[in-house]
């Protein structure tokens, strides 16, 4: 059987409500369900109300703005990234495998990274500057159409220029 509702529930709900408690808080604190709360808060004339609408809505809007800034931090982090990666491209480098019989350890120093390994970086560049751009948009108008074609062409360029120094070095030790 219910505990009946007693003047001093009726009055602990009316201070505590008073004071900005929510309905679960004053459930707790008076050790009654939030049904029962709900029960007492709506005999009163006029009912009290817990509409924490424009509270949420605040901390709606503040996580919304925390969460802009995340991704505009991490978009800064990925163009960075981009950078690094990007400088690799022309960077000397040395290439280590094992080979030969007995699974030696040959090491060759490269004036810049194979073919294959410069497709690479350039395939992670592009996927950092893309996530950075879908993240943080670039301003002045530029829409993605722009972005993406900004961003293939630089990648063919990029390539082009690992093809043609290939060529050059006549598929040496630096070839893919």
């Not at 901390?59 to 990925?78: C, N, Q």
């Not at 030696?104 to 996927?127: C, K, M, N, Y």
């Not at 301003?139 to 060529?167: N, P």
């Amino acid at each position: 059987m219910a505990r009946p509702i007693t003047d001093a529930d009726r009055r602990k709900v009316r201070e505590l409500h008073a004071a900005g408690k929510s309905r679960n808080q004053i459930a707790r604190q008076i050790n009654r369900s939030p049904s029962t709360v709900s029960k007492i808060a709506a005999a009163f004339d006029p009912p009290l109300v817990f509409d924490r609408a424009a509270e949420v809505a605040v901390a709606t809007e503040v996580r919304r703005a925390d969460l802009a800034s995340r991704r505009t931090a991490l978009a800064l982090d990925l163009q960075a990234d981009a950078e690094r990666l990007r400088a690799q491209l022309w960077t000397p480098t040395t290439h280590g495998e094992f080979a030969g019989r007995e699974g030696e350890w040959h090491e060759t120093h490269l004036p810049q990274p194979r073919f294959g390994d410069q497709r690479a970086i350039v395939a992670s560049v592009q996927t950092a500057v893309g996530t950075s751009l879908r993240l943080a948009p670039a301003e002045g108008g530029e829409d993605a159409g722009q972005v993406r074609s900004m961003l293939g062409a630089l990648g063919e360029a990029l390539t082009q220029a690992a093809t043609d120094d290939q060529a050059h070095d006549d598929g040496g030790d630096a070839g893919g």
